[in-house]
């Protein structure tokens, strides 16, 4: 069945990194876009970074711009997300999506996995 597993959250420091990786199993990997979102409490679930299907094309959002790289690993069925100089505002879930945009081609969440930036 589909799996996406994400994994590397934790507790850092303000001005530290961190990088979470996203296993995917179960559909074809490398024809899908692939995204991070993340979920802070009582706010609405936002788009981080996303990447084409051969990792040729990236966007992110402007709070993370330039602070946060996301990559791809079509051999080993895993995106990336390398956070850099993380800030407290950056603390929540974060989830990974494989980004299918049709009814023949449906999305897919992972479960999520919390980042908390404090001191």
């Known amino acids: 069945q589909v799996q996406l597993v994400e994994s590397g959250g934790g507790l850092v420091q303000p001005g530290g990194s961190l990088r979470l990786s996203c296993a995917a199993s179960?559909?074809?990997?490398?024809?899908?876009?692939m995204s991070w979102y993340r979920q802070a409490p009582g706010k609405e679930r936002d788009m981080v970074a996303s990447?084409?299907?051969?990792?040729?094309?990236?966007r992110y959002a402007a709070s993370v711009k330039g602070r946060f790289t996301i990559s791809r690993d079509n051999a080993k069925n895993t995106v990336y997300l390398q956070m850099n100089s993380l800030k407290p505002e950056d603390t929540a879930v974060y989830y990974c999506k494989a980004v299918g945009g049709s009814p023949y081609r449906p999305d897919y969440w992972g479960q999520g996995t919390q980042v908390t930036v404090s001191s």
């Open positions: 179960g559909f074809t990997f490398s024809i899908y876009r």
């Open positions: 990447i084409t299907s051969a990792g040729g094309i990236t």
